[in-house]
């Protein structure tokens, strides 16, 4: 979302108010501007979630793909203006409005348990029914992999769409991808549930339901699979263990038992180390960091 200054704000400048106490006969003139002005990006925002969300509940892959990509383009948007961020957050408590129920019942939708595929074999009734049987089609490997990366940034900007997401069984969901997709969506994945798990008790609960530490683990053991991947894997461990080890009582109790017993106490060691510092780093040497310790874990790995 990129919006021009309005012409009627130009020249309207905020002041501080007098130490003397006098009033600013060009406050009141200020806080109208203001107030026009959040307005007008409030409209901004819910125009660009109704237009992207349309999209993203239709019937054709390449319909919801184009909105996944005009809705991550407007959360990139957002990412630097906090005032911007508090009114999608707004947005969000409108059932109409909510971005992340639509990618669970579209874009990231089983289509195993769609009831459209599994009476399309065998039924004819809709042939001699006065309504058309409604067929979607099946969402493609871009189309999850833009999903997870709209679940991811919507999790970061707006903490309650974790909530949301916990009542579609996101973890489950996930794991189900990450266990059965390319490495595109595996990818995005790994990202996602990053982002689900973020103070997030009841998601970090499931993951631990679902054993998602294996699936991890079975990923990066496999010297088979994509290197870039297996390093991506690395990076979830550390970020994962990191931010159970800075909480009182971590709903996963057993992460450090369990990384242990899948990849062995040298690699466990690694990753518990490698969690324990960079937090004071700035975003690009941590990444940096990050990256140096997910290749040392799997050089470790492949020696065990």
Known sequence: ??????????????????????????????????????????????????????????????????????????????????????????????????????????????????????????????????????????STDDEIALALRVLEGCCLLHPHSTTLAHQHNAVQVL?????????????????????????????????????GIKEVADLIRDKQVDENLRLKCGEFLQLLIGHVNSRDSPPLATIHEDTRRLLGETSASLIWAASQFGSTLDPEQRLTALQIQARRILESLDLY
């Open 1 to 138: 979302m990129y919006l021009k200054k309005p012409l009627w704000s130009e020249g309207i400048e905020t002041e501080k108010q007098d130490p003397t106490g006098s009033s600013d006969p060009n406050a009141s003139v200020v806080e109208l501007v203001n107030s026009l002005h959040q307005q007008r990006v409030y409209r901004e925002v819910t125009l660009a979630l109704t237009t992207g969300l349309r999209d993203a509940r239709a019937e054709f892959s390449f319909l919801r793909l184009r909105a996944l990509r005009s809705i991550l383009n407007f959360l990139n948007s957002i990412v630097d203006s906090d005032s911007t961020i508090y009114l999608f957050n707004l947005t969000q408590s409108i059932p109409q409005l909510q971005v992340v129920p639509v990618l669970f019942q579209h874009s990231l939708k089983e289509t195993g348990n769609d009831h459209n595929y599994n009476k399309v074999v065998g039924d004819m009734s809709h042939i001699f029914g006065v309504e058309p049987m409604k067929l979607t089609s099946p």
């Open 175 to 211: 794991l189900n991808i990450l266990s059965t997709r390319g490495v595109l969506e595996q990818s995005a994945c790994l990202d996602a549930l990053i982002s689900l798990m973020v103070d997030s008790s009841p998601n970090q609960m499931d993951f631990e339901k679902y054993n």
